[in-house]
């Protein structure tokens, strides 16, 4: 017999077992029985299941960060409407933060918190990802700021923000991300990674104009590792998207190398 039986559970019940969730992130199953070993009364459950490290029931622990705070942090910030902070919450959280929303870091943020679109976090995430990173004030998480930044001069992090970020700012329901969109996230990720970045862009907008698969986005930091300054070692008969290849071409007759 299973241990959670939807039919048993009451209205009201239903509801703390969602505001447990909300402050504890555990599952349904783990909200029930602690719930139902306090009598239903919620703050008792979530003493409870503190009192235990969480660890027992939930399989993993949460001592990195009070979970009530954070939850009461998110209901700060998310839409009334929806249970996710969305834009007028991120311009908001960004504030608190002092961060400039067009900062790279606010990319690593996002990656940390699971975000799955731009202004767009949800509670799930925000526990996890802040838990992770030991925060649960402003001022915690403002503190850790500088730190989100070091991580992008870690080459395997870097790339992971990097491939995030063709699904966190790809527009809902696409499969491609918008020719505007991908230059302006290039720009903020590689202005300093990618020599020939404005020679890459001057190509898209005047030999491609149409959106970027993922496949393009995600091989083109691959390529900028592996390139030397003037593609003299690019072979066209690998593996890359014929974009890149088209770039190649494109690039080494501007720069004066198509003879070499």
Not at 12 to 21: G, L, S, Y
Not at 106 to 127: E, I, N, Y
Not at 167 to 181: H, I, P, V, W, Y
Request: net charge negative.
């Amino acid at each position: 017999m299973s241990f959670f039986t939807g039919g048993s559970i009451k209205p009201a019940q239903r509801e703390k077992i969602k505001q447990f969730v909300g402050f504890t992130n555990a599952n349904d199953k783990t909200a029930q029985k602690f719930l139902k070993e306090n009598n239903w009364n919620l703050e008792a459950a979530v003493d409870a299941f503190f009192a235990t490290g969480g660890a027992t029931a939930n399989g993993r622990t949460w001592a990195g960060a009070d979970q009530r705070k954070l939850s009461a942090l998110f209901d700060k910030y998310k839409d009334p409407d929806e249970d996710a902070i969305l834009v007028d919450g991120t311009e908001s959280l960004c504030n608190d933060l002092e961060v400039d929303p067009t900062d790279v870091v606010t990319l690593v943020l996002a990656w940390h918190l699971q975000s799955p679109r731009m202004c767009d976090f949800r509670r799930k995430g925000w526990m996890e990802g802040w838990t992770n990173l030991g925060c649960d004030t402003i001022e915690k998480m403002r503190e850790v700021i500088p730190s989100l930044r070091e991580e992008l001069k870690d080459p395997s992090k870097f790339r992971d923000v990097y491939n995030y970020t063709f699904s966190f700012a790809r527009a809902e329901n696409q499969k491609s991300l918008g020719l505007d969109t991908a230059i302006a996230f290039w720009e903020l990720l590689l202005k300093d990674k990618f020599k020939h970045l404005d020679l890459w862009v001057e190509f898209l907008r005047e030999k491609h104009g149409k959106a970027i698969s993922k496949d393009t986005w995600n091989l083109l930091l691959e390529f900028i590792r592996t390139s030397d300054e003037n593609f003299s070692n690019h072979d066209t008969d690998s593996a890359w998207p014929v974009l890149i290849d088209s770039f190649v071409e494109y690039a080494r007759e501007k720069l004066g190398f198509e003879d070499e």
